[in-house]
């Protein structure tokens, strides 16, 4: 693990807010996806309160909220009512820059 890095493998050294709400994201997408028994990973909610996770990553909730709409602009989330729904789960994948290997090890945590 590099420095600066967490158990989980979720560095919060050198990255973006941005980076880090979508890595939230995707960590928490991943997770859920794993006992997910549907097909369609795109009609999987996620549970996601913005204050909390806009704590979880040091963000204000407005900064949260202002993420958010970025990624609901780009196709990549849907989000209303304290539910999220990943749309496009390789270009969150792409846009979070995360390696697939780092992937594999959020998986095993």
Do not use: C
């Amino acid at each position: 693990m590099s420095s600066g890095g967490t158990e989980d493998g979720m560095s919060q050294e050198g990255i973006t807010p941005f980076l880090r709400v979508l890595r939230l994201i995707l960590h928490s997408f991943l997770r859920q996806r794993m006992a997910w028994p549907g097909h369609r990973p795109e009609d999987m909610d996620i549970a996601f309160d913005i204050e909390t996770m806009a704590g979880t990553v040091g963000l204000s909730t407005g900064d949260m909220a202002a993420v958010l709409d970025q990624l609901i602009g780009g196709g990549l989330i849907f989000w209303q009512n304290g539910v999220l729904r990943v749309m496009d789960p390789d270009g969150l994948v792409d846009a979070a820059r995360v390696d697939p290997a780092q992937l594999s090890d959020w998986l095993s945590n």
